[in-house]
Each structure stands twice: as C-alpha cells, then as structure tokens.
C-alpha cells in the first residue's frame, strides 16, 4: 500500500444538482491528517450529499475530488482502504450478533483482525462484553456506537461522519470525540449541531449564500 503518512483530501469546485436545484457548489478544499473540517447549514442544503460523494457513493455534477498518500493520486478502487464512514444511514446485520457483524466487515474489507483489536474497540466505545449478543438487542445508541467500532476496524486515514452524535446520549458522544482525538485523522463532520461544528479546525457553510 502507498505510504499514508502524508495523506490528503482535496476537493476542487465540487458540486451537485437535483434536476435544476444546486445542492452544492464549488466546494474547494484540502485536508491532511491531523485536520478537520465541518459542513455546515440548513437541511436540505447539501451537506450529507457531500459527505457522499467525498465516499463515491454519490457521482459529483461538477468538480473533482482526489485521495492522495504519499503524495500519489489513489484510484477509486483503493480509496476504500483510507477511508471510514460513519452515518444514521448506514445499516447493521440485526440477526448477527456484534461480533459476526465486525467479522463480516473485516471479511468484506479483505482485512485480518485480532480478536484483540476488536475487544479494544468494543471497549472503547462502551460495548465491551456486548459482543456476542444480536444486534437486534442493541439501543439504538449502542448501534450507532458499533458503526464507529466497524469504521474504525481498519485504521483509516479518512473519517466521514454524517451527524455523528445525532443519536447517542452524553457518554456516547464523549466517547465518539475521545475515540477520534486518539488518532491521527483527516477528519469531515456533516452536522446541523453547532456545538459539534466547534471540534472542527474551521468550517464550510452550504447553502444560503454558503458553498
């Protein structure tokens, strides 16, 4: 794999359009590990359409976006390998316990994980001794938390977090925010929570007026 120490985003003049409505528009920026970023404004207004396509779930209208590390454009079918997603959308197996779900993930991932690496996650976000029980039995606070565990189970370079919090009580953001300040990450943050904004080094505002 290239040499993630100097990985980056970039983004030049992204944008997305519904038909004849702008989501977003000319959104330029460049991030590194270390570094973070919130995207900010009123729903509607773009920001979980960025977030997707910054993931390639969603094909940009115009612009370009690009993964570098070690200073080489990465090609679409290797930025997964950088990169952590974290959203209210995304869906976990409820007839698998915990554990078969992260067993599943790492399997899709082509990765190789300890039962260690696992328990150490689990235990970071609360869930320690939780992972043989169905997911069906998870608050949906403790599911949340497990798409964190999940995301993180590959060490990424990239975090996309779609309101990352939006779900969890007090304890769970804590633990969200203290898992992400343990790591060297270039980090994106969709919210509408201005207090969430604040834990970004600076912030794009979408729509009215914004990008």
Known sequence: MTDPGTFQLRTDALG??????????????ELALGQSVAIVGPNGSGKSTFVKM??????????????????????????FRYLGL???E???????????????????????VSNPEID?????????GRGHDYVRTYSSGMRH?????????KKPQLMLLDEPTVMLDDDGAA??????????????I??????????????????????
């Not at 570098?68 to 290797?78: F, R, S, T, W």
Request: charged content about 20%.
């Open 16 to 29: 997305k359009s519904f038909g004849r409505r702008l989501i977003c528009r000319s959104v330029t920026l």
């Open 54 to 79: 910054l993931a390639g779930l969603v094909r940009p209208d115009h612009g370009t976006f690009s993964y570098l590390a070690g200073g080489v454009a990465l090609k679409p079918e290797q930025r």
């Open 86 to 88: 974290v959203s209210p």
């Open 90 to 112: 995304l869906s976990l197996y409820e007839e698998l316990t915990a554990n078969e779900n992260l067993r599943f993930a790492a399997d899709v991932m082509g990765l190789t």
């Open 120 to 128: 150490g996650l689990m235990d970071e976000f609360g869930l320690l």
């Open 145 to 153: 938390r497990l798409k964190f565990v999940a995301a993180l189970l």
């Open 175 to 188: 633990r969200v925010w203290q898992a992400l300040s343990r790591r060297s990450l270039a980090v994106v």
């Open 190 to 211: 969709a919210t509408n929570d201005s207090a969430e904004a604040k834990r970004a080094d600076r912030q794009i505002v979408m729509g009215a007026g914004g990008a």
